[in-house]
């Protein structure tokens, strides 16, 4: 993964349908999060079917369906766990990107999802509402004082 210490990979096979609808999802939130975050994690694609070097991957991971994401922190694999079985979207990839790399929404996601925040939101998409109005309220202190 050329060094990067996150990177989210999805495991597909051309075939798959839902691997079909999460192409254009996960190609936007690779733009959104480097043009509009400029995070620096790694987002990448792995076709797991069609070719060797794919299943060896995918058989190395563990991956036995597809689509599967996992997320890499230093090179070691940990579940993606946004929104478990349902298809995911740009906001869910994103979100939880960027709830898992940068520091300070790290922290402030963290407390939503351990329910600190008063809408009782749990890791999922809508929680990045609740974390960017968190966010915003301390860089405005930042700025004001």
Not at 71 to 81: A, C, E, K, M
Request: aromatic fraction near 10%; charge should be positive.
């Amino acid at each position: 993964m050329n060094g990067s210490r996150y990177a989210l990979v999805e495991f597909y096979a051309p075939w798959c349908s839902a691997c079909k609808a999460l192409q254009t999802e996960y190609l936007i939130a690779a733009a959104q999060l480097k043009y509009t975050y400029n995070n620096e994690a790694v987002i990448a694609k792995v076709d797991a079917d069609s070719t060797a070097e794919g299943q060896a991957l995918a058989a190395r991971f563990n991956v036995t369906g597809f689509p599967t994401l996992i997320w890499f922190v230093n090179g070691r694999p940990q579940p993606y766990t946004q929104n478990p079985g349902k298809q995911q979207d740009r906001s869910d990839l994103v979100f939880w990107v960027v709830s898992k790399t940068d520091d300070i929404t790290r922290a402030l996601t963290d407390q939503v999802c351990l329910g600190r925040c008063p809408l009782k939101m749990r890791n999922d998409a809508r929680a990045l509402e609740c974390a960017a109005l968190l966010l915003l309220t301390h860089r405005l202190l930042l700025l004001c004082c």
